[in-house]
């Protein structure tokens, strides 16, 4: 496998990409000897309609609206094997609340936040990438992807923050 290879599926539109992921999610499941419920698909359906960073309570409410009947509980082991299969990302932007993302199928997106503001910038950045890649060849892993995220001030912020020296 070449370290430089686009991936083999990069969907744009999140219809395209619902067999694939169904077809990852359905084989981790079974490696774990689970099923693949109407329930669970109902709420990976939920988090391919999202095209940005969700709480378990969004997927709550967007789903308390539609014909599938699924329980708190349900919507939070499901993001747990999700996020253990690979298809979302844990995002933590908070103490108070967590934060995933869809990342299967999908560039590497990463996050700069504002520690005073909760100003969120997403970024990608082919220096980042290419430096994941060399210290996977190096230990000889196989990259799948990454998550990257810088805490500063916003520029908008700066004004009331004291200077401050970078680690």
């Known amino acids: 496998m070449s370290f430089d290879a686009e991936p083999p599926f990069k969907p ?15 084989r981790f499941l079974k490696s774990r000897g689970l099923k693949y ?3 669970r698909a ?3 359906d939920a988090i391919i309609d999202r095209d940005e960073v969700f709480e378990v309570e969004e997927i709550l409410l967007q ?3 539609s014909a599938a009947r699924v329980s708190k509980a349900t919507i939070y082991r499901t993001i747990i094997l999700l996020t253990e299969a690979g298809i979302i ?9 967590s934060h995933y993302r869809l990342i299967y199928g999908r560039e590497p997106q990463d996050q700069m936040v504002c520690m005073r503001t909760g100003k969120l910038v997403e970024f990608t950045n082919e220096e980042v990438i290419e430096l994941r890649n060399r ?5 000889g ?3 799948i992807g990454h998550r990257m995220h810088i805490y500063a001030h916003s520029p908008e912020d ?10």
């Open 12 to 26: 744009t539109d999140p219809t395209e990409m619902m067999a694939p992921i169904c077809s990852v999610f359905r």
């Open 37 to 39: 419920t109407p329930e």
């Open 42 to 44: 109902a709420i990976l």
């Open 63 to 65: 789903m308390t609206g």
């Open 89 to 97: 990302t844990q995002a933590l932007f908070d103490s108070k609340q």
């Open 135 to 139: 210290i996977c060849k190096e230990l």
């Open 141 to 143: 892993w196989n990259p």
């Open 158 to 167: 700066s004004e009331e923050a004291p200077p401050s020296t970078p680690e």
